[in-house]
Nanobody, 117 residues
Framework: QVQLVESGGGLVQAGGSLRLACTVS????????IGWFRQAPGKEREFVAT?????????YYADSVKGRFTISRDNAKNTVYLQMNSLKPEDTAVYYC?????????WGQGTQVTVSS
């Protein structure tokens, strides 16, 4: 069973930066896209960003994070990153990685990001 483990969350002031990492337990050649999602308290989980898992880069972002967040991948390390800059209090959420579209069996514990005003 493939596992995705998120890390890198924390508490940061508004305007600050964090870098999240998602490590995949083994190479999965069948995946097309892998992405980041987030869920704020009392809200539905939402899409944040996605990148093609292999081959030429193809990247998409939610409008709310465009220009502030950057998704990237390191296939040699089976890891996907989310660089988050200019963080806002509304970015506070638990961040998850999964395939895109997401598969129910791949949701992990996520990593908490808290942005203070």
């Amino acid at each position: 069973q493939v596992q995705l483990v998120e890390s890198g969350g924390g508490l940061v002031q508004a305007g600050g930066s964090l870098r999240l990492a998602c490590t995949v337990s083994r190479r999965t050649f069948s995946w097309n896209y892998i992405g980041w999602f987030r869920q704020a308290p009392g809200k539905e989980r939402e899409f944040v960003a996605t990148v093609k898992w292999s081959g030429a880069d193809s990247i998409y972002y939610a409008d709310s994070v465009k220009g502030r967040f950057t998704i990237s991948r390191d296939n040699a390390k089976n890891t996907v990153y989310l660089q988050m800059n200019s963080l806002k209090p509304e970015d506070t959420a638990v961040y998850y990685c999964n395939t895109h579209p997401p598969e129910p069996g791949y949701w992990g514990q996520g990593t908490q990001v808290t942005v203070s005003s």
